[in-house]
Nanobody, 128 residues
Framework: QVQLAESGGGLVQAGRSLMLACAAS????????MGWFRQAPGKEREFVAA????????YYTDSVKGRFTISKDNFESRLYLQMNDLKVEDTAVYYC?????????????????????WGQGTQVTVSS
């Protein structure tokens, strides 16, 4: 069973940067995508970014384009999310997730139901 563990969350002022990491273990050879989602208080979990595990192709939700960068280290089985120019509205619990679904990236990766494995989440709080 794939296991995911996020780290790197914390409290940061608006405009600053933070990097999240996700350590993955027991990855399956059928892994296709990994992604980051977030959930703010009182809101539904939403897609942030995804990366195709083999090729490294990336995809972002519009609100984080140009500020966030998703990357990976296949050798170490780690996923990263570099978050720059953070805004108060980025405050949320951030989750990494792994998908074995195949298909068009822009169609597959934003949907929560296409991810079979999830981490416990890490809190990111951005103060004004």
């Amino acid at each position: 069973q794939v296991q995911l563990a996020e780290s790197g969350g914390g409290l940061v002022q608006a405009g600053r940067s933070l990097m999240l990491a996700c350590a993955a273990s027991r990855l399956s050879f059928s892994l296709s995508y990994m992604g980051w989602f977030r959930q703010a208080p009182g809101k539904e979990r939403e897609f942030v970014a995804a990366i195709r595990w083999i090729s490294g192709t990336t995809y972002y939700t519009d609100s984080v384009k140009g500020r966030f960068t998703i990357s990976k280290d296949n050798f170490e089985s780690r996923l990263y999310l570099q978050m720059n120019d953070l805004k108060v509205e980025d405050t949320a619990v951030y989750y990494c997730a792994a998908s074995i679904m195949h298909g068009v990236m822009e169609v597959v990766t934003p949907s929560i139901q296409n991810y079979a494995y999830w981490g416990q989440g890490t809190q990111v709080t951005v103060s004004s």
